[in-house]
């Protein structure tokens, strides 16, 4: 039972264009999600966070959104540089104490073509 | 600081042998977990712990123990190994006190089992 899921393995997107990653939950529990980034060979590093108490949270070109309604979360990248290239993993816990407990998606690979 | 660290980087091991896998932190943080990581699946949480002398289950705990007798130090051992268990283990950190609650990942830790 896969409780988060991301249904696109690869994204290719031009540089400069926005590159919109996508992200879905079933557990109507989970109230703080996160994104991270992944190069080869290393570990997960942290991008950006959202809490159920919002529906938008902003970090210079990295914004996420968060549509509780649809269990459905985005990140957003604008202006998409060819540094964006990696795999992104949408994770998601049932409260703040509890974020030591990451659920994770399958991850997206995210090419930015020059 | 150095973060997360995690040892061995690579490790080969025949089925049934046993072996430990080692992770340290330096920034004084509470929580530390054990992930692995499959093609396709994402991460999948194996242990995790809030405190020293303090660890709990996580999602696919078993033929793995961990011990928490220090707040920098998060061990993984591998019972009797199998060709199932074969990975990369990542090691995080976190502190409930810290806003945004993201967890550091370490670098990685990749185990064959033949």
């Known amino acids: 039972d896969q409780q988060v899921k991301q249904n696109s393995p690869s994204l290719s997107v031009q540089e400069g264009r926005i590159s919109i990653l996508n992200c879905d939950y079933t557990n109507s529990m989970f109230d703080y999600f996160l994104w991270y980034k992944k190069y080869p060979a290393e570990g997960p590093t942290f991008l950006i966070s959202i809490s159920s108490i919002k529906d938008k949270n902003e970090d210079g070109r990295f914004t996420v959104f968060l549509n509780k309604s649809a269990k459905h979360l985005s990140l957003h990248i604008v202006p998409s540089q060819p540094g964006d290239s990696a795999v992104y993993f949408c994770?998601?816990?049932?409260?703040?104490?509890?974020?030591?407990?990451?659920?994770f998606g399958q991850g997206t690979r995210l090419t930015i073509n020059p | 600081n150095a973060g997360v660290t995690q040892t061995p980087k690579f490790q080969v091991l025949k089925t049934g042998q046993s072996m430990t896998l080692q992770c340290a932190q330096d920034m004084n943080h509470e929580y530390m977990s054990w992930y692995r990581q499959d093609p396709g699946m994402g991460l999948r949480l194996i242990h995790y712990s809030v405190g020293a002398g303090i660890t709990d289950q996580g999602e696919v705990p078993n033929g793995y123990n961990v011990s928490r007798s220090t707040t920098e130090d998060f061990p993984l051992r591998l019972l009797s190994a199998a060709p199932s268990q074969t990975s990369v283990y990542f090691c995080a950190s976190s502190s409930p006190n810290r806003s945004p609650y993201e967890q550091y990942f370490g670098p990685g830790t990749r185990l064959t089992v033949t």
């Open positions: 994770a998601a816990s049932r409260d703040l104490q509890g974020a030591q407990k990451l659920v």
